[in-house]
């Protein structure tokens, strides 16, 4: 197991680099996606911005307070989804028996399937989130402690995390049900629209939803509020987005659970 | 020692089928109580209809599909819980789908696929100008994947499983869609391969060609059991499928009366007769020589595929 893990990154970088050499056999075909990736990202902050030309605040945030929470949002889903968000592509595989081919070769399934139809494209993301944070952190004057900052970083990387298990669940999911990849979508890509507002506008029923069955809330909302300096809501303490951490963890073994549940029952194809 | 032992093995799938709004449910068995052992350097064939369970027994052994109940042994360990280990071990090939990469030339597969399996470096290159020698690949190493004939894709398939020396290959119908030239090609290069590396090799296909040309054993399998294990010679001798007799006549006849033998077919002056294995030919040849006028003859050995057909349709005998 230990050898395993430590030889996963040079193995998905390996099959990562396929992907993308093959990606570039079609250049015309790269460029535009690349191209039309950014211009959805930007546009998607360009909008929040306007609305804050007619509004001072939004839910008690500001612009700048916005911006970061719609940066590190988008920054954990643009880094889950460009490192395993081709993993949905499994339900197309399942389907037509193509996982053999994975199943057969000496490197785990999970990365072959996690690189699978890797999409360099996908970086536009977490660029665009990276210049939307660069914003927020000018616009905000907030008195940085050690706390905040660690608070800041961490909620990055478990986020990113969170948002990967989902993916993952996601994919194991089509084992049972297959071509059901846009109910994890809902989750991943719908979650990140939901997690770059401030939580409280949407009720405490979603509030509940996101904190204690999907735990969304974590990826960044009660990290950012710590930053921030907000209340939680709900009465829980100020201090739950330190939970992150652990959240993330037990995320990850629910879907490698899963994951491996899944590759036990699959029953591949006819010939 | 067996190089892959099985021992009661059978896979069931839970198949659903829709009449209207009523779904059911119901067990199939694709492979029930499946035993046999495989010898080091045996090259088997694997045959039987459509849907008999070839392709399940070979997932099974690959560790893809983790059996219903019963135990396997693959070069020591259990398929299914050791598939990573098992792996570099095996190769496989699916001769529906390809396990290069689509958009790449064909090199660079190989080179991956030497990092994958951890080959040694020297080890690789030796082995690449083999298989590129004896499969003519030289001239489609710079080509991308998608752009080569189903021919030439199978060439690079085949050495592709065959890069990291497995001890076990399997080949799922590897001949399946290709021209007379290069099946006749790829048979001698993996009779090859048996023959220098002792590799061991199970070969599922539709084309009894194959099993002639390569298998020292076959194993006749239908509805997921094992109908039969020998030689081919053995296989040819345990059916009483019977012999055919062509008869070429001076003129059109009525169907020549004789005993022993019964006409099938009249074509003009030419008739077919048939007659069990167990008698002889001569004695119908001096009864029909003296009592037509008789041009040219010639003795037909049962067909392997009619030999199968029989052993598929038992009631038939």
């Not at chain 1, 028996?97 to 890797?118: K, M, N």
């Not at chain 1, 509030?207 to 960044?220: G, Q, S």
């Not at chain 1, 959240?247 to 899944?262: D, E, F």
């Not at chain 2, 080179?111 to 100008?129: F, S």
């Amino acid at each position: 197991m230990v050898e395993r893990l430590r030889r996963a990154p040079a193995q998905y970088w390996m099959l990562v680099l396929m992907w993308i050499r093959s990606s570039l056999a079609y250049p015309a075909s790269f460029v535009l996606m690349l191209a039309s990736s950014m211009l959805i990202t930007v546009m998607d902050f360009v909008a929040i911005v306007l609305m804050f030309s007619h509004i001072e605040s939004f839910g008690g945030f500001t612009l700048g307070e916005m911006a970061l929470l719609y940066a590190t949002a988008s920054m954990t889903l643009g880094v889950a989804d460009l490192f395993t968000g081709a993993i949905e592509r499994v339900g197309e595989r399942i389907r037509t028996g193509t996982l053999d081919v994975y199943l057969i070769r000496p490197v785990p399934t999970f990365l072959q399937t996690a690189a699978d139809g890797f999409a360099l494209r996908r970086i536009g993301r977490p660029l665009q989130a990276g210049v939307v944070l660069a914003f927020a952190l000018s616009n905000l004057q907030l008195e940085w402690t050690p706390a905040k900052v660690v608070m800041l970083v961490l909620s990055v990387i478990t986020g990113s995390i969170i948002f990967a298990a989902i993916f993952v669940l996601g994919a194991a999911f089509q084992f049972l049900a297959i071509d059901s990849a846009e109910l994890a979508n809902s989750f991943t890509y719908g979650g990140q629209t939901l997690t770059q507002y401030p939580l409280s506008v949407f009720g405490k029923e979603i509030v509940r939803a996101v904190t204690f069955v999907i735990p969304l809330a974590f990826v960044n909302y009660y990290p950012v509020l710590y930053v921030l300096g907000k209340p939680a809501p709900l009465g829980l303490p100020s201090w739950i987005g330190l939970l992150s951490p652990l959240v993330a963890g037990a995320m990850v073994a629910l879907a490698s659970l899963a994951w491996r549940g899944g590759l036990r029952r699959y029953r591949s194809t006819g010939s | 020692m067996a190089v892959i032992e099985l021992s009661n093995v059978s896979r069931a799938f839970t198949v659903t089928s829709r009449n209207g709004f009523r779904r059911t449910r119901r067990e199939v068995r694709a492979v029930d109580g499946m035993s046999f052992t495989v010898e080091p350097g045996e090259v088997m064939g694997y045959i039987g209809p459509n849907g008999a369970g070839k392709s399940t027994t070979i997932k099974m052994l690959t560790g893809i599909l983790v059996p219903s109940s019963g135990s396997i042994r693959v070069a020591g360990v259990d398929p299914s819980r050791n598939r990573l280990k098992l792996a570099k071990r095996i190769g496989v090939v699916f001769g529906q789908r390809t396990t290069l990469w689509w958009d790449l030339p064909l090199k660079d597969s190989f080179a991956v696929l030497q990092k994958m399996y951890d080959v040694p470096i020297a080890r690789h290159r030796e082995n690449l100008a083999t298989f590129v020698e004896l499969l003519d690949l030289g001239e489609l190493l710079d080509v991308p994947v998608r752009q080569l004939s189903l021919g030439q894709r199978m060439r690079g398939d085949i050495a592709a499983a065959l890069l990291h020396d497995p001890e076990i290959v399997y080949l799922d119908e590897p001949t399946i869609g290709l021209d007379v030239i290069s099946k006749a090609r790829l048979r001698e290069f993996l009779a090859q391969v048996n023959a220098e590396r002792r590799t061991t090799v199970i070969l599922t296909t539709h084309d009894l060609d194959d099993i002639e040309a390569l298998c020292s054993r076959v194993m006749v399998i239908d509805h997921g059991h094992q109908i039969y294990d020998g030689t081919l010679t053995g296989l040819r001798a345990s059916q009483s499928a019977p012999r055919t007799l062509v008869v070429d006549l001076a003129t059109s006849l009525p169907p020549i009366e004789i005993q022993g033998a019964t006409v099938v077919k009249v074509d003009g002056p030419r008739q077919h007769l048939t007659f069990p294995t167990t008698t002889s030919a001569a004695p119908l040849l001096s009864q029909i020589a003296a009592n037509y006028p008789l041009v040219d003859l010639s003795v037909a050995e049962p067909t392997i595929e009619s030999v199968i057909t029989q052993l598929y349709t038992p009631t038939h005998h």
